[in-house]
């Protein structure tokens, strides 16, 4: 089952959150009524320092490392500016993401996953 796509944040918004650290938001965001104040947790963290990624975000839900969902989500997106955010519900015993993903992903658009 999927839920419906988010309306996408508009650019002004974006370009706001893009000034700001991930604490900040994170701290701006821990009264709305999201679990884990839909932060993310700390060990989560791009690979570099510098690297930043902003954008709507679209949660594909999937467990067992079934990596159908993402594949449904990653060709159904209503239009780019989307960033996939996958919850494997702590499984960790296979990825969830590889070259046909990223391929199907890039081919419609995402910003990033």
Do not use: W
Request: aromatic share 8%; charged share 20%.
């Amino acid at each position: 089952m999927m839920n419906e796509f988010p309306k996408l944040l508009d650019d002004a918004i974006l370009a706001r959150a893009e000034k700001l650290c991930s604490t900040l938001i994170c701290d701006g965001m821990k009264d709305l009524d999201i679990p884990n104040g839909g932060c993310l947790e700390f060990g989560i963290h791009a690979i570099h320092p510098s690297f930043k990624l902003v954008g709507t975000a679209m949660t594909v839900e999937t467990a067992d490392g079934d990596n159908f969902p993402i594949h449904v989500a990653s060709y159904s997106a209503p239009a780019e500016g989307y960033v996939m955010v996958i919850d494997g519900k702590a499984y960790t015993g296979r990825a969830y993401l590889g070259d046909l993903i990223m391929g199907a992903c890039q081919a419609v658009g995402y910003k990033g996953i």
